[in-house]
């Protein structure tokens, strides 16, 4: 399975955006790059996710480089709510025994400041 | 909308014993999986199921068994409980492939004593 690599954790202050790095240089051509949080004592939630180009939702914006070997989160303006582990993680769209699973690595343990 | 609804939240179980963590969906998801959670640790994939009557398992089945009958449901077996085996379970579901996000349960955490 083609590996994620963030970094273990970052911090931010309220109301200001957060850019949370995803680097996947080994990301195949039919790999979706999936975005989850976890919450303290709650289950994964899902974030967003995206193929080759940027997506928009109400939770947050994820910018695709061009060459697909990295990524970024984006939360526009952070909120103490916001405080979670992050979840970048790529899902193989090209069948077979990987077709749709998620695989966790450690993730990005954001810290908001008030 | 209920989502993955999951039971019991917490257990205790003595070494030896063994129990049935439920998992029920109401979104008519075909996929459905099992996860275990260490202290500290990202996410590992026990089971899953890609419909009724189909499952496989995923990197860390020892220990653990699945059923599938219907599309809703989708019990995890704990035969023999051991300490190893504390940690919180996490039941998810999906639409087939990888262009749909997973929606998870809260989780039941379980203590082997």
């Known amino acids: 399975d083609a590996k994620t690599t963030q970094p273990n954790s970052m911090e931010s202050n309220e109301e200001e955006p957060v850019h949370l790095p995803c680097n996947h240089s080994t990301i195949s051509g039919t790999d979706y790059i999936h975005w989850y949080r976890q919450l303290p004592s709650q289950g994964p939630e899902y974030v967003i996710h995206?193929?080759?180009s940027n997506v928009n939702n109400r939770m947050a914006s994820l910018a695709i480089a061009e060459d697909r070997k990295s990524s970024t989160l984006i939360l526009h303006r952070a909120t103490l709510r916001d405080a979670a582990v992050y979840y970048c993680i790529l899902t193989s769209g090209a069948g077979g025994t990987s077709y749709g699973k998620l695989t966790f690595g450690q993730g990005t343990i954001l810290t908001v400041h008030p | 909308n209920a989502g993955v609804t999951q039971t019991p939240k917490f257990r205790i179980l003595k070494i030896g014993q063994s129990m049935t963590l439920q998992c029920t969906q109401d979104m008519n998801h075909n996929y459905m999986y099992w996860y275990r959670q260490d202290p500290g640790m990202g996410l590992k994939l026990i089971y899953y199921s890609v419909g009724a009557g189909i499952t496989d398992k995923g990197e860390v089945p020892n220990g653990y068994n699945v059923s599938r009958s219907t599309t809703e449901d989708f019990p995890l077996r704990l035969e023999l409980a051991a300490p190893s085996q504390t940690s919180v379970y996490f039941c998810?579901?999906?639409?087939?492939?990888?262009?749909?996000?997973?929606?998870f349960g809260s989780g039941t955490r379980l203590t082997v004593v």
């Open positions: 998810a579901s999906s639409y087939p492939g990888a262009n749909y996000g997973y929606t």
């Open positions: 995206g193929l080759t």
